[in-house]
Nanobody
Framework: VQLQASGGGLVQTGDSLRISCVSS????????VAWFRQAPGKEREGVCS?????????YCAESVKGRFTISRDGAKNTVYLQVNRLLPGDTAVYYC??????????????????????WGQGTQVTVSS
């Protein structure tokens, strides 16, 4: 396993969490990294992405803009997703993924699952009302 997500948990509406994605196999600074989430019975959806450090563009889905943000710590080889003002609708398994093969090309940062080839195992976030 090269990507490891952690930091999820059971929280209440309005709470915040910071979930982490650590790479053990490659330098996250060199690639576009994204967070996706999947709720029971629903398709996996993109949350936020950050392009490689030299570019550093950030994209977030409209549903989470203003509440979620993505960042990276190169020294720790970690990408974070800060999730604020959580809602029950944010309940899902959160996955981190990296585009190590350059599938996205000029569409770097786009939150399409097919652009990402390396995936972590996911961390559960449950928001109670």
């Amino acid at each position: 396993v090269q990507l490891q997500a952690s930091g999820g948990g059971l929280v209440q509406t309005g709470d915040s969490l910071r979930i982490s994605c650590v790479s053990s196999g490659f330098a996250l600074n060199d690639y576009t990294v994204a967070w996706f989430r999947q709720a029971p019975g629903k398709e996996r959806e993109g949350v936020c992405s950050i392009t490689q450090r030299a570019e550093g563009r950030i994209y977030c889905a409209e549903s989470v803009k203003g509440r979620f943000t993505i960042s990276r710590d190169g020294a720790k080889n970690t990408v974070y997703l800060q999730v604020n003002r959580l809602l029950p609708g944010d309940t899902a398994v959160y996955y981190c993924a990296a585009d190590t093969e350059g599938r996205s090309g000029s569409y770097r940062g786009t939150l399409w699952t097919r652009f990402y080839d390396s995936w972590g195992q996911g961390t559960q976030v449950t928001v109670s009302s």
